[in-house]
């Protein structure tokens, strides 16, 4: 029983730590950040002022409660990581990502919804899977018997 909880620790642990840094893995990506939209006028928001929490509330905390549902139900630990890793990446890429690019780049151009979307998606490739996959197989891990 304490190995169980130890390793549900664990999970809650590394999902609030992806959660929390996963847009300064994009500052990477986004070279071509102007000064955030949102905050001219008070200087330039630090990415991770604007992006603290959604990234709680929009990835965390959904994640945090769908893996202890899934923990409930014994699910297997491959699909377990697999659905929140999945999960974890589409959410950010149209929680925080989106909400990055067109902050920073969109609105300093004429940028289209459908132009926004697929340039963050194109942005967010290289470093997304990575994020993706690192998460899959740390919380498989962290979670074996």
């Not at 939209?37 to 509330?57: H, R």
């Not at 929009?58 to 999945?86: A, E, W």
């Amino acid at each position: 029983m304490k190995e169980i909880l130890i390793s549900q620790k664990k999970t809650i642990l590394l999902l609030l730590f992806f959660s929390i840094f996963q847009p300064l893995f994009d500052i990477l990506l986004f070279i071509d950040y102007g000064p955030a939209n949102t905050c001219v006028g008070n200087g330039d928001c630090l990415v991770i002022e604007q992006t603290f929490f959604k990234s709680i509330t929009y990835i965390f905390m959904p994640l945090g409660v769908l893996s202890l549902v899934m923990f409930y139900f014994k699910l297997n630990i491959h699909l377990r990581s697999s659905i929140i890793s999945i999960l974890f990446g589409f959410i950010a890429l149209l929680k925080i990502n989106l909400m990055l690019f067109d902050d920073r780049i969109a609105a300093w151009s004429t940028y289209t919804e459908q132009e926004t979307l697929m340039n963050t998606i194109i942005l967010s490739l290289p470093t997304l899977p990575i994020q993706m996959i690192i998460l899959k197989i740390l919380l498989t891990k962290c979670n074996k018997k």
